[in-house]
Nanobody, 119 residues
């Protein structure tokens, strides 16, 4: 079993920055893929970025060049720069033992951390 706990959310002005963290505990050596998702009110959850064991990353088009996903041992990060109001939402950390390209639904999820960007 793996437990995920996000932190670092909060409020920011448009153009500002926030850094999210996700602490993984438990059987973390089993994890092959980790990702950040977000969900805005009334919208479907979307994947923001993901990273595999080798450090390869994929980003949603809406955040390319502004967000950076990184990992350090059992901690996952999301550096968010040049924030926009449309980045507002609940951000979730997710992880799975399967390789990134083979995941239909991530097995492990955190509780989420709220990000609010004002104009």
């Amino acid at each position: 079993q793996v437990q995920l706990a996000e932190s670092g959310g909060g409020s920011a002005q448009s153009g500002g920055s926030l850094r999210l963290s996700c602490d993984a505990s438990g059987y973390t050596s089993s994890l092959s893929c980790m990702a950040w998702f977000r969900q805005a009110p009334g919208k479907a959850r979307e994947r923001v970025a993901r990273i595999d064991r080798a450090g390869s990353t994929i980003y949603a088009e809406s955040v390319k060049g502004r967000f950076t996903i990184d990992q350090d041992n059992a901690r996952l990060y999301l550096q968010m720069n040049s924030l926009k109001p449309e980045d507002t939402g609940m951000y979730y950390c997710a992880a799975d033992p399967a390789r990134c390209g083979y995941i239909m639904r991530y097995r492990y999820w955190g509780q989420g951390t709220q990000v609010t960007v004002s104009s």
